[in-house]
């Protein structure tokens, strides 16, 4: 099997696998002399909308929604 994952992030400390080194960051608590880990689920933005999620086997941000993949697309073009 080979690793796919490059910009993916592994926290040595909870285990579990970030899809990039922000969503790492954000599960992060300064807390304690290291800091501590966050529960995902409970991780929320400045808006308070919930910033992670379990898809494919790994913590990720959320899910683009059919406009803005429609912008990006027009941007890309």
């Not at 993916?8 to 880990?37: E, I, K, M, Y």
């Amino acid at each position: 099997m080979a690793w796919t994952a490059a910009g993916a992030a592994h926290c040595s400390a909870c285990h579990r696998l970030f899809a990039s080194v922000s969503l790492f960051d954000a599960h992060r608590s300064q807390d304690g002399p290291h800091g501590t880990c966050l529960d995902p689920e409970t991780v929320l933005s400045r808006d308070g909308e919930r910033r992670l999620f379990f898809r494919d086997g790994m913590w990720r941000g959320p899910e683009m929604s059919a406009e803005r993949l429609e912008q990006l697309g027009r941007v890309a073009s």
